[in-house]
């Protein structure tokens, strides 16, 4: 029952997930407010017309769910940067909860909010030297960023190739499946680190098991 019960949450999750993604109507054609996405759009109707298209709020006025949102993003970003992560991961599902975007509009402001991280911690790291070469070498290892950029390049390109053709509940479902497995596989190294720890220093951290 229990792995029943585990596979009908992934489902519910999924399908959740999936109708949060198409629930914005931002461009979509309607006759007044009440047809576009509550707090998060407006009908925009010309003079000269009867009907218009549903268009997201500006900046101003901030709404409540607005408001928490900003400070969860802080809360986010803060600890995945302490981590050395950019937190691009949490900040779609956070646009989509609290700003009211769609899924390719909040993967745009994930990407632009990875930009402004990535820049804040090599500025910030620049002129650190690296732990293993005695204070001679620089801290970014600019052989593996080499290494690793051909395929940064393509598979940037073709992600963003496959955003624009597949639908933005197909995006919204991958997302989530890629975010339970890096979180699932995050959390197995955690108890690893844990396992690890309390056999070297005991329950207690820093109380060796050799001490009386």
Do not use: W
Request: net charge positive.
């Amino acid at each position: 029952m229990g792995k029943k019960a585990q596979k009908l949450a992934l489902l519910a999750t999924l399908a959740s997930l999936a109708l949060a993604a198409d629930y914005p109507r931002e461009n979509q054609p309607c006759t007044s407010s009440i047809e576009c996405y509550a707090e998060f759009e407006f009908c925009e109707i010309s003079d000269a017309e009867l009907s218009g298209v549903c268009e997201h709020k500006s900046l101003t006025p901030v709404n409540t769910l607005e408001i928490f949102g900003y400070i969860v993003t802080f809360i986010i970003l803060l600890t995945s940067n302490m981590g050395g992560l950019g937190g691009g991961g949490a900040v779609i599902p956070i646009c989509m909860v609290f700003f009211g975007f769609d899924t390719k509009q909040s993967i745009a402001q994930s990407n632009a909010s990875i930009v402004i991280a990535s820049l804040a911690r090599y500025f910030f790291n620049f002129k650190k030297t690296h732990p293993y070469k005695n204070g001679h070498g620089i801290l970014v290892d600019y052989n593996v960023a080499s290494l690793m950029l051909p395929m940064i390049t393509v598979g940037a390109t073709v992600g963003v190739m496959f955003n624009k053709i597949l639908p933005s509940v197909i995006i919204a479902i991958m997302l989530t499946v890629l975010l339970l497995v890096v979180s699932y596989m995050t959390l197995r190294k955690l108890l690893r680190i844990i396992g690890t720890e309390r056999e070297k220093y005991g329950p207690v951290c820093g109380a060796s098991k050799t001490q009386p």
